[in-house]
């Protein structure tokens, strides 16, 4: 089955700075890659997603870029503020309809007013 | 964007109990809902895909007779957790696509389970 990489686990940034995350998926047939930020206690809320047939999307501060010869996807935030701070886990599936998930492990990112 | 409901929202119960955990769609018709456990600080761990008017199906190493799924509506799925013991102790999150639209999935508010 699907198995999805991401790093890193824990990540810093003074807040303004940018951060990224990377994200591996083993899956050729994948074709849908969602990112989710999670609050503490908090339901996941998509903040971005992308499919198979495009190489960047951009909402704002957020990015995602996917290269599917390498098989990563990378989720990239702007101007960070302590607002960002939460765990964002990766995603992949094969869409059809099911979009059954697999998750990344989530990085916790900590953005210092 | 459409809504997913859960309840409860938090749980307690004495271990060798049942507790029964629903997730609805309030908006939207669901097909196919998902159920994930969470531990703390750890990723979302897809246990079972909920289908409507058929049979869960359910991720290698998860006990089907210990988490029993039902669908019996396009807006309903529940989660029994059946003789619950301390290591059941998780957070539980449902998830339902609006298979109208994007097929963007939706999360319920998760369902905090302890069981003493």
């Known amino acids: 089955g699907e198995n999805v990489e991401q790093h890193p686990s824990t990540l810093s940034v003074q807040e303004g ?21 999670q609050e503490l206690g908090k339901r996941p809320q998509l903040i971005i997603d992308i499919r ?12 995602v870029t996917l290269n599917k010869t390498a098989k990563h996807f990378s989720l990239h935030i702007t101007e960070t503020q302590p607002e960002d701070s939460a765990v964002y886990f990766c995603a ?18 900590s953005v210092i007013p | 964007g459409a809504v997913v409901s859960q309840h409860p929202s938090r749980v307690i119960c004495k271990s060798g109990t049942s507790v029964k955990i629903e997730c609805r769609s309030l908006d939207f018709q ?17 246990m079972a895909t909920s289908n409507e008017g058929s049979k869960a199906t359910y991720e290698q190493g998860v006990e089907k007779d ?18 619950a013991h301390p290591e059941d102790s998780s957070f539980y999150i449902c998830s339902a696509s609006d298979s109208g639209s994007t097929g963007e999935l939706f999360f319920g508010e998760g369902s905090r389970l302890t069981v003493l």
């Open chain 1, 17 to 37: 700075d940018s951060a990224v995350i990377k994200c591996t998926y083993s899956d050729s047939a994948s074709n849908y890659f969602p990112w989710y930020k």
């Open chain 1, 52 to 63: 198979s047939n495009v190489g960047e999307k951009k909402d704002q501060r957020i990015a």
């Open chain 1, 92 to 109: 992949a599936s094969k869409g059809a309809g099911s979009y059954q998930l697999t998750f990344g492990k989530g990085t916790k990112l």
């Open chain 2, 30 to 46: 669901a097909t196919t809902m998902f159920w994930y456990r969470q531990f703390p600080k750890k990723s979302l761990m897809l």
């Open chain 2, 66 to 83: 210990k988490f029993l799924i039902n669908h019996a509506s396009l807006t309903l799925s529940t989660l029994t957790v059946t003789s």
